[in-house]
């Protein structure tokens, strides 16, 4: 069985300070890990994947997240925040094994951003 | 993303009423998918489909069906819906013969209010 964990609801950063949004996971072979970004009223959008190679993972919207094997972690990070950041983001975590690309989804962390 | 799209984006319904909400893709993408979003649940798969004869149940399939009408539609329905059902409902798509193998497209979802 695969599963994610979102530890905090909520995360609140001020603007232009750096961000962590935390994920760690449990899979029973290799991880493939995602990020999605949810705004009000949006359906959920892709912001990064960890699939192989290079443990620091770049993304959309100047994100970034580092696998970490030996923590089974996925922390999703910024260097600066923005106002606009702030939305609701889900860590997803699928087992390289499971051919039908099942994708199983934290709780969900909400950033806030305040000016 | 707007070559996945929902209907209605917003419903309510009285219990035992029989309710269907559509998805449409212009994707190509064979994979579609069926999501509930419950607050601090993240997102639970209802039912996935890898091509039109090939249907799946996902986490949580009870009380709901689904239909495959063709490779760009994809419907759930809720024979009975019950208060219980009230969630943000969300459509993906996914196709794994191209270079964003393992990410998901996501429509804007479906607000459904069961009274």
């Known amino acids: 069985a695969q599963s994610v964990a979102q530890p905090e609801d909520q995360v609140n950063v001020a603007e232009g300070n750096p961000l962590t949004v935390k994920c760690t996971y449990s899979v029973s072979g290799n991880p493939y890990l995602f990020w999605y970004v949810q705004y009000p009223n949006r359906g959920l959008q892709f912001l990064l994947k960890?699939?192989?190679?290079?443990?620091l993972v770049k993304g959309s919207y100047g994100f970034e997240a580092e696998f970490n094997k030996s923590q089974t972690s996925f922390h999703l990070k910024k260097p600066s925040a923005l106002v606009s950041d702030s939305a609701l983001y889900f860590c997803?975590?699928?087992?390289?094994?499971?051919?039908?690309?099942?994708?199983?989804f934290g709780g969900g962390t909400r950033l806030m951003v305040k000016p | 993303d707007a070559d996945v799209t929902q209907t209605p984006r917003n419903r309510i319904t009285k219990t035992g009423k029989r309710i269907m909400l559509e998805c449409s893709q212009t994707k190509g993408h064979d994979r579609m998918y069926w999501y509930r979003q419950d607050p601090g649940l993240g997102l639970r798969l209802i039912y996935y489909?890898?091509?039109?004869?090939?249907?799946n149940k996902g986490e949580i399939s009870d009380g709901y069906s689904v239909s495959r009408q063709a490779q760009a539609k994809f419907s759930l329905s809720l024979e009975s819906a019950i208060p219980n059902q009230t969630a943000l409902y969300f459509c993906?798509?996914?196709?794994?013969?191209?270079?964003?193998?393992?990410?998901?497209?996501f429509g804007p979802g479906t607000r459904l209010t069961v009274l």
């Open positions: 960890y699939i192989t190679g290079d443990n």
């Open positions: 993906a798509t996914s196709d794994p013969g191209t270079a964003t193998y393992n990410e998901q497209f």
């Open positions: 997803a975590v699928r087992d390289k094994n499971n051919a039908g690309n099942m994708l199983t």
């Open positions: 489909s890898f091509d039109v004869k090939d249907i």
